[in-house]
T-cell receptor, first 113, second 114 residues
Framework: DQQVKQNSPSLSVQEGRISILNCDYT??????FLWYKKYPAEGPTFLIS?????DKNEDGRFTVFLNKSAKHLSLHIVPSQPGDSAVYFC????????????FGGGTRLMVKP | DSGVTQTPKHLITATGQRVTLRCSPR?????VYWYQQSLDQGLQFLIQ???????AKGNILERFSAQQFPDLHSELNLSSLELGDSALYFC?????????????FGPGTRLTVL
């Protein structure tokens, strides 16, 4: 039973445009959400997070939106750059159950020059 | 560089063998987490230690065990290895054990079981 799902395995975007990566979850106990970026043969790199008490968090070119009623979050990257090409994972945790992360399957983002 | 170190980077061994993977957390972090990334399973949580004590267990096989030492480094022991244990093993660390606490990942150890 996948509690965190990223339904798009890949996404291709033109440089300078917006990239929108989506993530859905089923466990209503999740209250902290994170996005990680991963290159092949490297560890996941933390990008941005959001607590369930917020619906938006911004950090430079990266913005995460959380819709609790729909159990959906999205990562917006504006403007997209070729260096953003990587696999993006969303992850979720239930603060009361410890800090273990449940990951989605990842979305491969390709930003074309 | 996340500040989390893992050794070795690569490990090739045979079925039935035992290996130890090592992780040093970021300075000041008390929690260490182990994750496995295999081709068909994605990133899966294995086990968490906080300040030397086991805090949470995920989908960790009985053949696998871990510990966290007084200097806070951690080791993941994998025994009676099978072909299906071939995967990337990541360690992550965070300051505390719960709450909205971000985990930072190491570069991983690639284990190949032949």
């Amino acid at each position: 039973d996948q509690q965190v799902k990223q339904n798009s395995p890949s996404l291709s975007v033109q440089e300078g445009r917006i990239s929108i990566l989506n993530c859905d979850y089923t466990n209503s106990m999740f209250d902290y959400f994170l996005w990680y970026k991963k290159y092949p043969a490297e560890g996941p790199t933390f990008l941005i997070s959001i607590s369930s008490i917020k619906d938006k968090n911004e950090d430079g070119r990266f913005t995460v939106f959380l819709n609790k009623s729909a159990k959906h979050l999205s990562l917006h990257i504006v403007p997209s750059q070729p260096g953003d090409s990587a696999v993006y994972f969303c992850a979720a945790s239930d603060e009361d159950a410890g800090n273990m992360l449940t990951f989605g399957g990842g979305t491969r983002l390709m930003v074309k020059p | 560089d996340s500040g989390v170190t893992q050794t070795p980077k690569h490990l090739i061994t045979a079925t039935g063998q035992r290996v130890t993977l090592r992780c040093s957390p970021r300075s000041g972090d008390l929690s260490v987490y182990w994750y496995q990334q295999s081709l068909d399973q994605g990133l899966q949580f294995l086990i968490q230690y906080y300040n030397g004590e086991e805090r949470a267990k995920g989908n960790i096989l009985e053949r696998f065990s871990a510990q966290q030492f007084p200097d806070l480094h951690s080791e993941l022991n994998l025994s009676s290895l099978e072909l299906g244990d071939s995967a990337l093993y990541f360690c992550a660390s965070s300051v505390v054990s719960g709450g909205a606490d971000t985990q930072y990942f190491g570069p991983g150890t690639r284990l190949t079981v032949l």
